[in-house]
């Protein structure tokens, strides 16, 4: 067995959490790579419902070790509550591991991400405000705390000593808040190391060693590849690298270890916080996917913005994330829809553009180009075989799978584990089926002209 990645293909919401308790039964080691508890996995097991923003899901499986990896930050207060609720609800969290190097989100990180994004007031990047960006920032800037350093009270406070003075004169002086008292933050900080001291290892270590004994390792990216730092829709994007190589920086994994990467996607798009979103639907539809598909932030409780489902992006997702198979959710929820549309290209500035553009101004431009689908009235959610699907949903299924160029293995058909479709096998280390050579890129232009696929139907 080698290790298995777990990667969005959309702005994050996908139903990553469900894909994880599905293979939980092969899985010895569950291991977050990336972000902090900025993440929301919702698991349904039975009648309980477990919101998780910081340990892995692995962690609701007794033969499981749950990992946070280097590549997280982490807000030890946040663990700790929620280690205490999983213990409240029966749920064992003494296998827990974090990270030594793992960086710490500090209350300034707190404070200075909310600040930040209220002096940005109608530009802001719609954060989670739970610290992310300032402490990533940190990391980079090499002035972060990490888990290790609050095993040490002495040398922490000696590090503070020295960060403590910058961060409270930019809180103080730009924001007008309160400075942090550096007794109180050691205290803090000591308090956090002693509690979680039994948890804090050298995860790359454990995951090595689990490899080396062929056990299989399951690798959890939170957020999704539109929210990655480096490709995804800059500025509107978290701080980490949500992608599956992300794994390998943050979860301790070399790339060939990596066999098996599950690109997971909703039958339609949703997007939280700020930024271009070309397929999103102020209207009936839109409500429907809203209030059919819960699309409500399982971190802030905000309504998620909807819209029909954007293929532009996909391929490229695929390829970056070598994807070899596709777990696509909530099929379900586009049940009662007369039609159903797919974004097969964008219209910018009279232009037909079929590749992602990084400039955000492009991408607000962005005109959608749909291919229109008959819809269905049935609801699909008791249904198990593929071929039990109503024509319109299996043809709506063939296309995405087609513009994927890899197979959509699993269908999900509602929150239950039970609700699953196992509609092909999961290949591993599967070959991508390229776009095709496009040259070098274009310099300056927003990308290639040309006609879009499936003789797309533009939208009234
Ligand atoms: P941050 O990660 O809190 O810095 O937020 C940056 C952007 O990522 C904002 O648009 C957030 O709404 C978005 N974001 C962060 N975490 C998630 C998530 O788990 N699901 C969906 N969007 C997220």
């Avoid at 990047?125 to 990490?146: E, H, K, L």
């Avoid at 040490?152 to 002086?173: D, S, Y």
């Avoid at 992608?243 to 939280?272: F, H, N, S, W």
């Avoid at 280390?429 to 232009?445: D, K, S």
Wanted: charged letters at 25%.
């Amino acid at each position: 067995m080698a290790a298995t990645v777990i990667v969005g293909l959309q702005w994050g919401d996908e139903g990553k959490g469900k894909t994880t308790d599905l293979l939980a039964e092969s899985v010895a080691v569950v291991v977050r790579y990336q972000g902090g508890d900025n993440a929301g996995h919702t698991i349904v097991i039975g009648d309980s419902v477990f919101k998780l923003h910081l340990v892995p899901s692995g962690v609701l499986y007794p033969h499981i070790t749950p990992v946070i990896g280097n590549g997280v930050v982490v807000n030890p207060q946040t663990l700790l509550d929620e280690m205490a609720m999983l213990e409240e609800r029966g749920v064992g969290t003494a296998n827990v591991r974090v990270s030594e190097a793992a960086h710490v989100i500090m209350p300034y990180h707190v404070a200075l991400d909310g600040a930040m994004e209220a002096r940005l007031a109608g530009e802001e990047i719609g954060t989670t405000r739970r610290g992310i960006g300032p402490a990533y920032a940190d990391r980079a800037w090499r002035i972060g705390v990490r888990m290790a350093d609050l095993l040490e009270p002495g040398a922490l406070r000696t590090r503070l000593e020295r960060i403590l003075p910058e961060k409270n004169a930019v809180l103080v002086q730009t924001h007008g808040l309160e400075p942090f008292e550096l007794d109180d933050l050691v205290a803090r900080a000591t308090d956090w190391g002693e509690r979680l001291r039994p948890h804090i290892v050298d995860t790359t270590a454990l995951v090595q060693d689990a490899l080396a004994r062929g056990l299989h390792v399951l690798l959890e990216g939170a957020q999704g590849t539109l929210l990655d730092l480096d490709h995804g829709t800059y500025p509107y994007v978290t701080s980490s690298n949500p992608i599956a190589g992300g794994a390998c920086t943050g979860g301790g994994v070399g790339p060939l270890q990596v066999d098996e990467v599950i690109g997971v996607m909703k039958a339609y798009a949703t997007r939280v916080g700020s930024g271009p979103f070309p397929t999103e639907l102020d209207d009936e539809t839109g409500r429907h996917l809203l209030e059919r598909g819960h699309e409500f932030g399982t971190t802030t409780g905000r309504r998620r913005r909807c819209g029909w489902f954007d293929a532009v992006p996909l391929r490229h997702a695929v390829a970056i994330n070598s994807v070899t198979s596709i777990m696509l959710n909530k099929l379900d929820i586009l049940s009662g829809l007369p039609e159903v549309r797919l974004c097969v290209a964008y219209r910018i500035d009279g232009r037909i553009v079929e590749r992602l553009p990084s400039s955000p101004d492009l991408l607000a431009r962005a005109e959608p180009v749909y291919e229109a689908f008959e819809g269905w009235d049935e609801d699909v959610s008791g249904i198990r075989r593929a071929e039990d699907l109503p024509a319109a949903a299996r043809r709506y299924v063939d296309v995405l799978e087609g513009l994927a160029g890899v197979p959509i293995s699993i269908v999900s058909v509602g929150a239950d584990r039970q609700a699953t479709i196992l509609r092909r096998e999961r290949p591993r280390r599967a070959t991508v089926a390229g776009p095709g050579w496009a040259g070098g890129g274009e310099a300056g232009g927003p990308g290639r002209a040309g006609s879009s696929p499936g003789a797309p139907v533009d939208a009234p």
